[in-house]
Nanobody, 123 residues
């Protein structure tokens, strides 16, 4: 079992930055590729970014490329999502997730999920 706890969300204005953190406990964190997903009100949950076990490979949705960066610190059992140039359409609940397989855009591939942290971007 892996327990995931997100933090760092909040209310910001368009153009601002936020850094989300996801702290993991339980099994060896470095064994798990990690992902960030988000769900806007009334919409399906969608892929945001993913990272390999070592952090050497990262992937991002087209909608956030160039603005969001995923990273991890295996010594701290934490994965991060640095979000710059935020837009109102980035508003939603952000979830981190861990998979036993490989970094994937499909949420069905992920085995463990956090409770989410709210990000609200005002115009």
């Amino acid at each position: 079992q892996v327990q995931l706890v997100e933090s760092g969300g909040g209310l910001v204005q368009a153009g601002a930055s936020l850094r989300l953190s996801c702290a993991a406990s339980g099994r060896t964190f470095s064994n798990y590729p990690m992902g960030w997903f988000r769900q806007a009100p009334g919409k399906e949950r969608e892929f945001v970014a993913a990272i390999s076990r070592s952090g050497s490979s990262t992937y991002a949705a087209d909608s956030v490329k160039g603005r969001f960066t995923i990273s991890r610190d295996n010594a701290k059992n934490t994965v991060y999502l640095q979000m710059n140039s935020l837009k109102p359409e980035d508003t939603g609940v952000y979830y981190c997730a861990a998979t036993l397989r490989y970094p994937d855009v499909n949420q069905q591939s992920y085995d463990y999920w956090g409770q989410g942290t709210q990000v609200t971007v005002s115009s």
